[in-house]
T-cell receptor, first 116, second 115 residues
């Protein structure tokens, strides 16, 4: 079964500082990995995704993530955080390309607070 | 604009009421999902519809009843809910395929409060 762990429940970062959010996954086959962001009172918006190929993927809003198979990780990074990046971030894994299982498994989320 | 809309955005209901949540996707996708998001909990997948057939029901109580009349619309009918059902209900859609990798697109959610 697929699962995702986001070890950090809450991160506070200063505006302009760098941000890294951790994500570890458990999956028996080639993973498909996603990062979503959720602003208060809103749905989830896709930031970026990894399917195959280059292990460093670029997303929207200046975010990037690096897939490391040896560490089963897919950490999200941003070099310089803006106040508008304050939100909740979710890592997700799935689906399995060899089956019709197209469900995503989500981590519990990391809340990011940006201080001036 | 995510291409997935949900109405109403907020709903307050008593435990004896009957109400419905509506989701509409304008992306031409063939799969739709209902999730429940409670505070400090991971997203809980409730139902999955693929090509208008329900393919997943994660042990959801019968007081929640989904309906998918066509590939663009998804409803969640609610009756005799409990206060612990108060949550944000999210709808999502995707283009499901056997090759996998289909990302899900989410609506803004309906904030449900059960009194």
């Amino acid at each position: 079964a697929q699962s995702v762990t986001q070890p950090d429940i809450h991160i506070t970062v200063s505006e302009g500082a760098s941000l890294e959010l951790r994500c570890n996954y458990s999956y028996g086959a080639t993973p498909y990995l996603f990062w979503y962001v959720q602003s208060p009172g809103q749905g989830l918006q896709l930031l970026l995704k990894y399917f195959s190929g280059d292990t460093l993927v670029q997303g929207i809003k200046g975010f990037e993530a690096e897939f490391k198979r040896s560490q089963s990780s897919f950490n999200l990074r941003k070099p310089s955080v803006h106040w508008s990046d304050a939100a909740e971030y979710f890592c997700a894994v799935g689906p399995n390309r060899r089956s019709n299982d197209y469900k995503l498994s989500f981590g519990a989320g990391t809340t990011v607070t940006v201080r001036a | 604009e995510t291409g997935v809309t949900q109405t109403p955005r907020h709903l307050v209901m008593g435990m004896t009421n009957k109400k419905s949540l509506k989701c509409e996707q304008h992306l031409g996708h063939n799969a739709m999902y209902w999730y429940k998001q409670s505070a400090k909990k991971p997203l809980e997948l409730m139902f999955v519809y693929s090509l208008e057939e329900r393919v997943e029901n994660n042990s959801v109580p019968s007081r929640f009843s989904p309906e998918c009349p066509n590939s663009s619309h998804l409803f969640l009918h609610l009756h005799t809910l409990q206060p612990e059902d108060s949550a944000l209900y999210l709808c999502a859609s995707s283009q499901a395929s056997t090759s996998g990798g289909n990302e899900q697109f989410f609506g803004p959610g309906t904030r449900l409060t059960v009194l």
